[in-house]
Nanobody, 122 residues
Framework: QVQLVESGGGLVQAGGSLRLSCAASGRTLSGYAMGWFRQAPGKEREFVASINWSGGITYSGDSVSGRFTISRDNVKKTVYLQMNSLKPEDTAAYYC???????????????WGQGTQVTVSS
């Protein structure tokens, strides 16, 4: 079994930065894509970014492209989300996710973290 534990969320002013981390425990996630979704109150869960096992293939949602960067360290079994130029509309619970393959699809996620809250004040 695999557990995903997020950290790094918090309160930040608009224009600021945060770095989220997601640490995986349990069996190796070789071949798995990992990444992030987010969900704001009253809204559907939204794709943010994903990265494949080797780190050579990344995808970002349109709303965060150019501001958020995803990376991973397979030795540490950790994926990171560097969030810059944060906006109030980035406020949401951010969930780490993993599934076998090159990218994430919300209906195919095999493992979810419990989420970390990011709040951006204006």
């Amino acid at each position: 079994q695999v557990q995903l534990v997020e950290s790094g969320g918090g309160l930040v002013q608009a224009g600021g930065s945060l770095r989220l981390s997601c640490a995986a425990s349990g069996r190796t996630l070789s071949g798995y894509a990992m990444g992030w979704f987010r969900q704001a109150p009253g809204k559907e869960r939204e794709f943010v970014a994903s990265i494949n096992w080797s780190g050579g293939i990344t995808y970002s949602g349109d709303s965060v492209s150019g501001r958020f960067t995803i990376s991973r360290d397979n030795v540490k079994k950790t994926v990171y989300l560097q969030m810059n130029s944060l906006k109030p509309e980035d406020t949401a619970a951010y969930y780490c996710a993993a599934q076998m393959g090159l990218r994430l699809g919300i209906s195919s996620i095999e493992y979810w973290g419990q989420g970390t809250q990011v709040t951006v004040s204006s």
